[in-house]
């Protein structure tokens, strides 16, 4: 029995399901498990989380169809001008989500609903859900094998979470390349992939989640949105996009330091060297694309803002963040209720998108994507930031 069949069945077996509806995702499975087999060298931890995950990601989709095809009335569901907020890793998107949550009109998914959907949420038990506590000790464990995790990157299970996690049940995920070592997993899903499945994936399990806990509208968040725009804006054409920014050299440090963080769980043999030069590649590819997309005229203009992002904590965490929020809500294109006209201050509990890192970007690296970012620079307004 091969890697994939044993996981397939033992997805099949935790859920007593076998229908995992379209079959999108079979291809990503079959690159991400051979790219792990080649590259990744993983050690006991790093099996374990890699192929665990795969079957929780299998057992996800299994359960949400079969959810689906027991209650069919949640293909009715209507996913109306979501709020989509993109832009590159580490450029406090994360406290920007925070910020616009505090709308009670916006529902940003939460951490336990994305790990563990089925069932539905429901309103009257969405604060007392048993799921909450069994999602927090697993975070709380992530914490425990990796000290020090949290400081790059807060993990709660009432926190609001990236939906970059619902398109690892289509295998069409970022995600995996910042955990593992698999360039050539990266390679397809960057410039081969076809994300159209991906978002109809998206559109699905949101969907599912709102079913019997509805709201105004969905606050979403990912980076990885930006490698994605014209698959995004085909799904959610009449999307709201708020599109964060930071000079490159100070992203590639900080995702960096973030992925060491996680692949030194998973390897005995890593090499922050590589990961930085990954990133030095891929935020260029997200740079070109973001500026594409304006050149292409992607957005219409009623439904973009642009926030500029600095170095400092505290900038990045309070003033301009807050000033885009602002901004946006004062548009007719989104109405505000359910928060004060002074939006509240959020307790500095999310860590800082640090620009520290174990080792330092490579000169040659940081020279190249220096010249090549400038033109992003130089449309957007963005700033050079010092390196440390």
């Known amino acids: 029995m091969t890697t994939r069949d044993r996981l397939v069945e033992a997805a099949i077996t935790a859920t007593g399901l076998d229908d995992f509806g379209s079959d999108s995702w079979q291809e990503g499975l079959d690159v991400l498990l051979t790219s792990l087999d080649a590259t990744a060298d993983l ?51 994360t406290i920007l989500f925070d910020l616009m949550a505090q709308d009670r009109t916006n529902r940003a998914p939460l951490s336990w609903e994305i790990e563990r959907p089925v069932p539905a949420p429901r309103t009257a038990t969405y604060g007392t859900d048993p799921r909450i506590a069994e999602a927090q000790a697993g975070f709380d464990l992530v914490e425990s094998i990796i000290p020090g995790f949290t400081s790059f990157h807060e993990l709660g299970a009432q926190l609001a979470q990236e939906d970059v996690r619902i398109f690892t049940s289509d295998f069409r995920s970022m995600q995996f390349s910042l955990q593992f070592e698999v360039p ?27 079913s019997e806990h509805h709201s105004e509208r969905w606050l979403l968040k990912s980076p990885a949105h930006l490698w994605s725009l014209p698959a995004l804006l085909a799904e959610y054409p009449d999307a709201i996009v708020i599109q964060n920014h930071r000079d490159p050299l100070k992203v590639i440090a900080s995702i960096s330091a973030l992925g060491a963080s996680l692949r030194e769980m998973t390897t005995d043999n890593f090499d922050v060297r590589t990961l930085a030069a990954q990133y030095g590649d891929d935020i260029m590819v997200g740079l070109d694309r973001a500026l594409q997309a304006r050149a292409d005229r992607l957005f219409a203009r009623a439904r973009s803002w642009m926030c500029a992002t600095r170095t400092s904590a505290t900038t990045r965490s309070r003033r301009l963040p807050t000033s885009t929020t602002r901004s946006a809500w004062s548009s007719r294109s989104i109405p505000r209720r359910g928060c004060d006209r002074s939006l509240p201050r959020i307790p500095a509990t999310r860590p800082a998108a640090s620009s520290a890192t174990r080792s330092p970007t490579p000169a040659s690296t940081r020279t190249s994507c220096a010249s090549h970012a400038r033109p992003y620079q130089e449309f957007f307004g963005v700033e050079t930031e010092q390196l440390s």
């Open 43 to 93: 050690n006991e931890i790093g099996v374990g989380v890699a192929e665990g995950g795969v079957v929780t990601d299998l057992s996800n989709r299994l359960r949400i169809e079969g959810w689906r095809r027991d209650h069919p009335e949640v293909a009715t569901q209507r996913v109306d001008r979501p709020i989509i907020i993109v832009g590159q890793p580490r450029t406090g998107t």
């Open 184 to 210: 050539e997993y990266n390679r397809w899903l960057l410039h081969e992939a076809d994300m159209a499945p991906a978002y109809r994936w998206h559109r699905r399990f949101l969907q599912h989640l709102q």
